[in-house]
């Protein structure tokens, strides 16, 4: 059975690190992509950028100097970190194989 | 960027009847390899969105042939037919040819 699942810290506060976990079983990370995915309060979704199957990344090029994605394969854990957060960075974040199968996501917080 | 537009922004279906959203994309979506990459998804109220169709046509397992998807180059359409209470949420294309991968700004449906 796929199952993804995110974890992370509520709140961050602004211009600093956000660091996610996404924790997977049912599939391996060598053959699946993970993508990120997140969705501000009440709007619609964002893709942040994925991992491939070969340990490659893609990120979306409006985040991309503060975002990096990478992976432990022994752990099957992808992480997600982004830096100088802004208020604008307040959403859930999901992650997600390839599209088909979803975390419950978590939602982060940016304030003081 | 491409930009995905989604028509209606919202629309009200009775049980049991059809209807249909279209989406359009700013640029073909046709990839290189040959594959179009357009994807929809449903978001029901306080969940992780769900893979309807992927690559334009092709049903995601488990879900019902109620749902179609056709299109081609820029314009795509899901129709929906005899409509039950668990489709109300909103819907969103995706496409996943061009970086960075971008959704539509999403169909809400309500049931009458």
């Known amino acids: 059975q796929v199952q993804l699942k995110e974890s992370g810290p509520g709140l961050v506060q602004p211009s600093q690190t956000l660091s996610l976990t996404c924790t997977v079983s049912g599939f391996s990370l060598t053959s699946n992509s993970v993508h990120w995915v997140r969705q501000p309060p009440g709007k619609g979704l964002e893709w942040v950028g994925a991992?491939?199957?070969?340990?490659?990344?893609d990120y979306n090029s409006a985040l991309k100097s503060r975002l990096s994605i990478s992976r432990d394969t022994s752990k099957s854990q992808v992480f997600l970190k982004m830096n100088s957060l802004q208020t604008e960075d307040t959403a859930i974040y999901f992650c997600t194989r390839s599209g088909g199968d979803w975390g419950q996501g978590v939602m982060v917080t940016v304030s003081s | 960027d491409v930009v995905m537009t989604q028509t209606p922004v919202s629309l009200s279906v009775s049980l049991g009847g059809q209807t249909s959203i279209s989406c359009r994309s700013s640029?073909?979506?046709?990839?290189?390899?040959?594959?179009?990459?357009l994807y929809w998804y449903l978001q029901k109220p306080g969940q992780s969105p769900q893979l309807l169709i992927y690559?334009?046509?092709n049903r995601f397992s488990g879900v019902p042939d109620r749902f179609s998807g056709s299109g081609s180059g820029t314009d795509f359409t899901l129709k929906i037919s005899r409509v039950e209470p668990e489709d109300l949420g909103v819907y969103y294309c995706y496409q996943g040819t061009h970086y960075p991968f971008t959704f539509g700004s999403g169909t809400k449906l309500e049931i009458k």
């Open positions: 640029q073909s979506l046709v990839h290189s390899d040959g594959n179009t990459y």
């Open positions: 690559k334009v046509s």
């Open positions: 991992i491939w199957s070969g340990g490659s990344t």
